[in-house]
Each structure stands twice: as C-alpha cells, then as structure tokens.
C-alpha cells in the first residue's frame, strides 16, 4: 500500500478511540481528545479508562476488547510505561491505524530506543501504521479532524504542512489565524518510527485539497527516497523546506529532540535544490510563502510590478524583487500616460507606481491593479499600504475629536470597501497578488485579502521575497523532465585497474592508474606514460613534445606536490633527465614516473564523489586548485546526477562567469562539463570497489576541460 | 551651531504655529494639528489660516504678523504654491525652526528643485533651520511632541529613529505599538533641503533619552561627515540601518521618493562597516534589532544560553545563533545535574534546555532563567515558548467545556504570573535577554516583557538573530579606539613623476613610473630597469637573476597581457632577447620595456582607489589576478584608512582563509598588507592630480605582497 493510500484511510477515520482521556482539563489526553470533540469530528468516539465509567460525555471502556467495534483509529496519550499493552490490544482487536503522541522513546537514550523497537515490532505483528511516538498529532481540516491540543475551527486552506517539530503543527495555530493562514493538512511526524516525513511528503503530493507543501526537517532519514518523491512532486506542486540542523548546536538541539541525526548543510542544500524544493530560512518564510505558493495562481514571468502609497516601502520591496532575481521593469510610456492622470502630481507612475498619501481606496485595490493587470507588462505584482479600518481605529483618537459625535463604528463603516472584484482579480487575470500592510486582521482590507487566500505581509520585504519565490518555483516548473541517469556498462580495462588493486591490497590507485580509469569512461585526461627507469625516460624523448611534467606515480604517495614530487613545466630532454633524479632522490626509494603533456589553462576546477552515512554516493563540483579551500565554491548533489543536473551544478557555482567567455578565454564547453560530472558521479554505482573519486585539479585548456591529477580511494 | 543643539531647541518648542490646518478632518493639515493637541504638547499654539477665524478651538491668525508672539516652531502642510510667501513671513517675525510636510519640491524635478532652492535661499536669510520639505515630521515622547499624522499617547522608549522614508516614523505605530515599541525620538527628514540624516543621527548620539539609534537610508548625501559623525557615536551607541536603493529598481523608486541619488550597494556596505553601524535587510529588523539593542544591557561575551519548552524552535535558535556568529556552549555537568531534577525525564539540559511540553510557567521564567544567569557560563538568553494567558485563550474553547462555570477572565486569572522579578534578572545579572513567543501582547507574559525591555519576537530565528546582534555590537564596542589616517609629506620622487606625466598631458603613468611612485611611498615592488635598445639589454644581463619578465612600457597601453605585450619566466639572455624583439614587433613601433625579477606567488591579490561622485575617493582591497571578476571579493571603504581600518579590509574577504598559513605557504605578514592598503588609500589625498591606482595583481611572494603590476590614472 501506498503512504499515500494508508495515510489517506488514517487522516480520515470513522471511528475513533483515545487512551490517556479523563475528565481533568489539565491533562494532555483530556486536552487532545477535547480538540477532536470540539473539531466536530462525527463518527463514533471512544476514550479506553482504567477506572472512570464516562469521560467527556462518552462511555469509557476498561480496554479495548471492550469496545463495541473496532476503532479505525487509535490515539495514545498515556505516560510511555503504560503504552505497549494497550498497543497490543487494539492490534488484538484489529485497530489499524495509531497516533501515538506519548513522548519517552528514542529520543531518551538505550531504554527508549528498546522500547520503540519493540513498539515498531508490534504494529509490523498487527499490521498497524502509526505516526510518532513522540509527537503532536495531526489535523485534516477538511474532514474535521484535530487531535492536537489547540482548537481550530476555521475553514480549510490549501497549504500542507509536515513537520519534526509538534510545535509548528499545533501551537502556531493561533499565531496563524491571526495571519489569516489555514491548513488543509498538517502532521507531526515525531520520532518517525513507522510512518516519516516521507510518507506525509507523497500522500500531501497527492492530496487534491494541498497546493503546497511547507516541511519543518531536522533529519532526512532516507535521502534517496526523498529525491525520489520530491523529485515527483514539485514539477506540479511546490514543496517549501525549512532545514535546521548545519550548524554544531542546531545539530545537537534536534539530536536530543526528535533523536534525529542531523547532517550536513551544505549536502541539504544541493538536495533541495536536486529535488527542486524552494528552502527557506525561518518557520514564517515556511508558513508565509507556503501560503502564498499555496493560494496564488501560478506566475508566468519573472516582471514585477509595485503598487504602493509610499516610498520607502516601495523601494524596498524593488530592492528585495532584484535581490532575488525578479526583474522590476519601468512601464511603457503608454501604461505610465494611463496611470499619470489617476495619481497626484509629479507622483511616480513608472514602477513602483507610488500613490504618495493618496487615501482613495479605488485607485489602490481597483483602477491600477486592473490597468497593471491586464498591460501584459508585468508577471506579478506587489501592493503595498492598502489599508482601510485599520487606519482608521489608529487616527479615530484624533478625528473623533473633530466629529464628537460619530461613534467608531459608524467611521469604520465608511471606510469599509468591497473587496470582491479586487480579490478576484489575480485569479482572473492569472497575475499573482501579494500584498504588504503594516495593519493586521484589525484591517478590512487585510482580512478581506487574507480570507480570499491572497497573502498579507507585515512588511514589504517578505511580500517582495514571497512574490520572488513564485517566481522561482515558476523556474523550477519549468526544468526538463529529469532523466533518471542510466549506468554505463563496466568497461572491461576499468575493471582490471580495480581488480588489481584490490587484489593487491591497495588503499588507492596511484594517479597513472586512476586516470586510466577514469578515461576508459570518457574523462578527457592529459597524455601520459609511466617509465621505471632513466632508460625508459630516454627512450621516449623523441615521441614528447615539450613542455611535459614528470610525478612521482605510486598508490601509497599523496599530496605530491607538497613533497616536491611533481615538476613542471620541463623543456628539454636534458631538463627531464634532472627532474627523474631529483624526484628518486626526494622520494628516497625507486619509484615509477610519470611523463605527461604540460597542461596549459588558468582556470581550475574539482571533481569528486564520495560517500555519506546519511546520504550515500554524493557528487561534488566546484572551484579546484589552490583556491579549494579557501573559495569554497563546491556544489553537491546525490549521485548519480544526469548531463542535465550535472549542468545545473555549473551553473549554480558563485563563481560561475569563469566559465563563460572570460577575459581573454573563450567559453567552456557546457556539455564537456557535464559530461565529466555526470560521468564521475556514476563510477563508484558501476565500480563498488570505489570509496572515493577525487579530480582536482581539472583544467580548462583552451575551452575543454582536462583531469590533471585525480585521486581514486579503494574499500578496504 | 552644532546639529545637535539646535535639533534640541527644533525638538523643544514651547510654541507652535501650524499653517494647513483647518477644521475640516479629512485634510492632513488638521490631522497633523490634531496628534499635535492630542499628544499633549501643553505650549502656545497658533493655526494660521486664511479665512477662519478658529482651528480646533484654537483662535486662528490670518498671516503670521498676526500672531502674539513669535511662535518657537512653524509647521507646514499648505500646498507647495502657497509655502514661499508663508514661510517668509515666518522668517520676518522671528521664528527660527520649521517643519516643512508640504510636498512637491525636488523630488517632482526643474520646477520643484528651483522651488527648494528658494525655500534654501530664505531659510538662510533668515537664520531658519528646518526639516522636510516633503516629510512626515517628528516625534519627541517625552516632549509629547508629535507632528504625524498618528495619534501615539504612550510612554516613551529608548529607540531612536531617522528615517528618509515618512511611512516608517508615522504609518508604522500602530504596528509597534502592537509590537510593545517605542521611540525615543523619531525624524522624517524628507528632501533634507537643510536638516539631514547626519544631523539627526548627531543630535540622537548626544540624546540621553535615546539607547540606540535605527535609520532607514536611501541616500547619504554627504559620506565623509556621516563617517566621521556615526564613527563617534557607534563606539557607546549602537546604530542600526536598513539601507535601500543598490539595486537598480530600488536605487530608481528612491530617486522619485525623495530625490535621492541612489549609490552603489558595495560602497554603502563598506561605509557602514567602517563607521561601525549594523547594516540590517529589512524595517522589521530595523525596528525590531534597534529595540534590543536600545532595551537590553550590553553583552559581555558570544555565549548564548537557550531555555525553550519546544525542540524545534531551540534547534532553530541555535542554527540561526552559530550562523550569524555566536557560540551556543554545552552546559558545564555541574550546571545540567542542578537542571536535570527540575525538568522532565529525559528532556535535553546541555544547551538549548527543553523544558518539552512543561507548563510550569515558574521553570521557564524565573528559576531557570536564574540558574542559568548566575552559572558564568553563558553571556545572553533568549528563551522561547514563555506564555500564559494567550495560550489559554487558544485553548479555552476545549477547556471551557470541561469547566463550564469557570469564565475565561477566572482561566485567565489563574494564568497570570507576576513577572517583575524575571524582567529585572537581565539587568541585574548583565546577561541581555530576548524572547521568541509565538503570542503576541494579547498574552500577559509577551506584554510584561515588552513593557520591561525585553523585546518579544514573534519567530525563533528573529529573536536569535537580535542576540547575535547585541554580540555583533560587543564585537563593535571592542575595536580599537580609530587613528585618523595622518598623511605623509609628499615625496620629491613622486612628486617629479606626476609633475613630468602632468606637463606632458599624459592620461596614465607608464607602468615602471607607477611603481616607483609607489615604492616611493614604501609600497613594495619588485627590482625594475627599463631598457630602450637591444644594447642597453646586453648591457643588463650580467646584473639580473633569471628568471625575469619583459613588458612593454608606455603610458598608452594598458591590458598588456591580453596583447601578448608580456613575457614570462625567461630563463636566459639569448630568450631575453627573443622576447625584447617579439615585444617590439608586437607593440608596433619602437617601446620602452621593463625588465623585471619574475615574482613567484600562487595568491593574488589587488589593491585599488578611485573617485566614486558621491563617497568620494574609495580604497578596494581583495582577490586579484585572473579571478578578480568571477570572484567579486573585494572590500570597499573610504578613503583614507588607518591600519588598523585596512587590516580589518583584510579581515572581511569572503576568502581570508587565503591569507593565513594555506597549504604550504606560510601566513601572510599581516601588518604588510594593511600598511600597503592605508598608504594607497593616502597617495591620491597626497597628489590631488591623480585620479586612479589600480594595483593589480598584488603577488604574495612567500609571506609578503609585491605590487607586480600598477595602473595609476592622471585627471584631465
């Protein structure tokens, strides 16, 4: 069965039972079992009490073998000691489906981690699926199911919600409403003993009433999958990301949280952007341009239009759209000559059409909205200081004093506008709408704005960056379909450098040996020989054609040039000759030697695969040479990547313009690039022998890249 | 008159004339004369209006030769046609402050320009100072001087505010009421046809009322004294900007809005770096990060303590504190074994403390905030999830129904906690505190916080993002006290190479002259002759060690390299030779050329300074060579820089790592790099003719920095 099958039949169960309800409002089972009754949930409900005969209203039962049907659904709120028995018995009774909210398994150390074991080894016995242990439950707005602590009660949105965090499913509600964000669907995932992240991720992928899916992560716990289904999913719904967990104490923090093992931030951060998921910093990013990808129409451009009443918000929101990629463009002169005669004198109309302190509530949620909507100039658009009651109950201490006897109400009331056209109008016109307001819910307009799902911000800034985010999921949508990479077969001379050095117990190819790997998969690679005498460096003399480099060529030698084991840049025959005896001398023992063309290029890059405890085989592209370390301009991506991927990796470098025509070089070949990285970060899938593949540096020569040196680690 | 003293005497008046208002509420004039009444300015007031004979109750004057008295302060907010003739007339009877809210001056072009320069021309003749025109005006709390439009009637804070966008002094309140801030003072500068954002920015570093100091900038029209002014204010007062106009879309609304000249993102970054002031990227921090820092004591250290009763919000505390810097430290065992009995079983006590679904409202707010402060352990707190009554409103429709006799104002009583020892613990114990809730002043504890200083965020990641700027400001407070740069005589040798280069009309200098101007001001530069013959040559190569380099020198040709006009790595007198005539061939006619010891040098670096039209002349310093472009990594501040500043330019490259001991180079000598950067940064000062240097690349040759190439530029 499919996550998104079972999680569907759990999400919308017909009969319910609750353990760890009583008639005391303070307790956490009371609490839970009282959102469910309060949600309106109407099928049949059932608390299991040791000792009370009725809770809530509802005839309690000893057990569950005393209940008169089989509950669809099975909630536990009880201390962790007490839960086992009753697990079982509801899997006695044919229950299929659990919550388990009760806390005081992995996430506490050796005992816990038993206990969820054995917990786990239950619900495979009965066949039961469960969310948690150790989290805060779920919420269905449409079918009327809360079993969180905090009542609800409002009509459903469309934004989808997964988190790590039970906080960010339940005690945000109110800090939501008062945003006029809704759920459609939300689940705390807990300790992800059964059902995971993954799991809500594909069955909200599914789910007609989600049109974007927030997710709080402090661990992914089985990447590949992750990709897998994102990858399905934001072609045609977007997933937004929060993660927590790069840096040392975030790590810690989520550790003894949801017992998650947190992993690297930069190898989440090419994972989202593999599996074309939007990440975001902060839980109001999560939640605000969650809802705006959620509720707005699609966007067909990137051009953004501003509308505002006052400057400074008005720059800052253009500021923020360019930081992020938006284009802001002036209007025709035809679009300005239309909306210069509406707008005060000398009032800019250009873009940002800035009404000044206009206060006609036409012109701001009517008239140029309609005109800017329907120029075919712009993509999107952004208002700020649409602002109706709000300011109103701020100045009123001020105007009653005028009109002493026209009561607030009767003032509110004039302010008051019919916000139905206006609203309408980005759906009609296919134009998303977002809006900034320093007024809240206390504002018509802002609640008018909200309920109709067009997203109010609290500051320009974050409506500028939401309408950015449209825009960049419009980018995502329009990606080529991804080409699952296909494995090459093993080539029979890769296969024989691998067998030989695993026969012999190496730790490493030594870099003659590692290259021919690499080339027998189509790695462009510099001309070179391996000679094991000055006889043999003689011999070859003639066939070089200068400037050549000799290395030292041995599995066991690393960082070569730091020993003084590579010479570059030799001219003659006679130069060689000194260079072979100067790298016998320094390496103190006989080594084999490589002769190779002097490769010529300044710009340098890496190549590498490695592997992940938590993520697998993960490839690495970035800056290479002396700057490494220093640049840290390195994009990851779980391997294997296709071509396409692969020249997506390039272009997401910071320091991407190397590779374009720069100074006096020309372009580098996009598809030379690709190639090689799509090519390394198969290698290890076809050659499991491999542990590691390091090329570092490649060289551009001309406009093709060269694997000048390259590393291959074997398992040991 | 220094800003500060006459702002004071602006802020202070005792008598107020306003021309504008009338008794008609819906005009600005009278809005703006209304918060003046209503906030409780208890001087002399006098409405000038042309036809009523009383405004507001107030008796009204026909001109201002009417008055009684001549009025300390004239407001306006007449249409701009008619302020010239007012505003003389002001100037005639005495009156030596102004507010100018009229718009329609410089930032509506010609006419409105001409129209401020007459408003200048009058104001001097008059000894008027004034702010505006085309602003909100000004808010002084303690004064109860409020000339918006928005009623405040609260207590005053400590947030200084000067803002060249009206919307975020005025429009703004009633979301920071909501948000428990206050200000101190408050400007609206407007154009600042004569009072500017440095002038406010003077008075509020002298204001006793005034903490902290936020400013929203769209222009810094006169850079050097804002540098000089914030440079002596940020040592004891933190200050805090939002600087808006880098991008192309910004820089464009800011020049409608208040006539400002946008300037380049970089520069602003570097200014304000210099100056000491926290650059922030929204008005939400700008408020927000400006209360902390104005409510909260100083911090002592970066280690940060995180108390939460959710793991998800103290995972994402401690992401966001280590991203922007600060340490999040485990908790010694002595500390966690006297947390470990008070919290649940198994809740994490090493930092962050999770305190789980604890209601224990003691925990949170007193005893462990107490343990906590007092262990010397940590030098800030932020604490998340402290609530009382705003989650009992959330959650008492479920409770009610249990309880259905207890009224909410009962539930709610019982909620409430005497805060009163818990806001003194910060200031007590000199351990700064924020509070991330996700309940707003609707609950009692968010409300009590805020009321005592201790701002409330209403994300996680906000709250530690305030923290890591009280560190970033500790960080700040602990710069030496700033040497201002002493220029060196002028040297006879430099001088003779720009009087030379100037007589003959030159545009540049060649390059040998470039560097010995600079060696000539102890810039390093490697062993140079320039040889005009072939015979001259020869003459040479006994005295040179090779390897050595040719170039072409000749004040017309710049880009060398790319002309093949550069010879590398020559080896011996006979390539010498080859490569003095391939030189001359490909220049063309007959060239001067340098010989020159070959640098050897893996990093590159640049240095540079040039006339920007508004910051005047600026130093850049960062990674040169081929990557300058795809890299960007260069630091900007302006000129002229101490040492100790030029080291710090040094400090803030993306890729320093490159400076200190990187593979096997060695460090590079620090004091080096900031001697050169600081006397580069004086040459210009020194030989006002010069309009450019452009050192690039600067080769680190084992641990110093040699300038290997130089372009210094001459005005025409």
Known sequence: ?????????????????????????????????????????????????????????????????????????????????????????????????????????????????????????????????????????????????????????AKPGKLGLISQSGTYVAQTIPYLQKRGIHYSKAFSVGNEADVNLIDGLEYLGEDEETAAISMYIETIRDVPRFLDVAGKITPHKPVIAQYVGGSEAGGRAGLSHTGALAGKDYLYDGLFEQAGVIRVESVEQLYGIGVALA?????????????????????????????????????????????RPLIPAHAPCGNPVDLTFSMDPNLMTDILPELIMKSGEVDGLVIHGAMSTGFMKAVYPNVSQLMPDVPLSDMLEQMRKDLSETVRRPFDNGIPLV??????????????????????????????????????????????????????EAKPEAKKIIDEAVGSGQKALDEFAAKRLLAAYGIPVPREWVVNSLEELNAMMDSVSFPI????????????????????????????????TALQDRAGNQVPVIIGEMIDGERELLAGIAEDEQFGYCIAFGIGGILTEALKDIVYRVAPVSEVEAGRMAEALRTRKLLESYRSMPPVKKEAIAGLISQVSRIPFIHPEIREIDINPIIISGDSPLAADALVLIKQ
Request: charged share 20%; glycine share 8%.
């Open 549 to 580: 480099v000799l290395k030292a060529n041995h599995p066991e030698i690393m960082h070569k040039t730091e020993k003084g084991l590579v010479c570059l840049n030799i001219e003659s025959a006679e130069g060689a000759r000194r260079a072979y």
């Open 435 to 488: 809006v900034s307001s320093f007024f809240d819910r206390e504002d018509q307009f802002t609640r008018d704005f909200e309920d109709a799902g067009i997203p109010v911000f609290d500051a320009p800034e974050k409506a500028a960056r939401a309408i950015a985010e449209i825009v960049n999921y419009h980018e995502i949508q329009k990606r080529p379909k991804p080409q699952p990479p296909v494995l090459p």
């Open 295 to 339: 509720e707005q129409p699609r966007i067909r451009g990137n051009r953004i239009a501003i509308l505002t009443n006052s400057g400074g918000p008005g720059s800052a929101i253009a500021d923020t759209c360019e930081r992020f990629g938006c284009q802001v463009p002036p209007f025709s002169q035809g679009l300005q000559d239309q909306i």
């Open 1 to 153: 069965m499919t996550s998104a099958s079972f999680l569907h039949s759990l999400m919308t169960p017909q009969s319910i039972a609750i353990v760890g309800a009583s008639n005391n409002p303070m307790k956490m089972g009371t609490m839970h079992a009282l959102s469910i009754l309060n949600e309106g949930f109407n099928g049949n409900f059932y608390p299991v009490h040791p000792s009370e005969t009725s809770v809530l209203g509802y005839k309690a039962y000893a057990s569950p073998h005393d209940l008169p049907q089989t509950p669809d659904l099975a909630v536990f709120v009880l201390p962790s000691k007490h839960l086992l028995p009753l697990f079982e018995a509801f899997g006695e009774i044919g229950t299929k489906y659990a919550i388990i909210i009760t806390a005081g398994f992995k996430e506490t150390g050796e005992d816990g981690i038993r206990q969820e074991e054995e917990l786990l080894a239950l619900a495979r016995k009965y066949g039961i699926r469960f969310i948690g242990p150790n989290c805060m439950g779920v919420i269905n707005q449409k079918a009327s199911l809360n079993t969180t602590v905090v009542p609800i009660n």
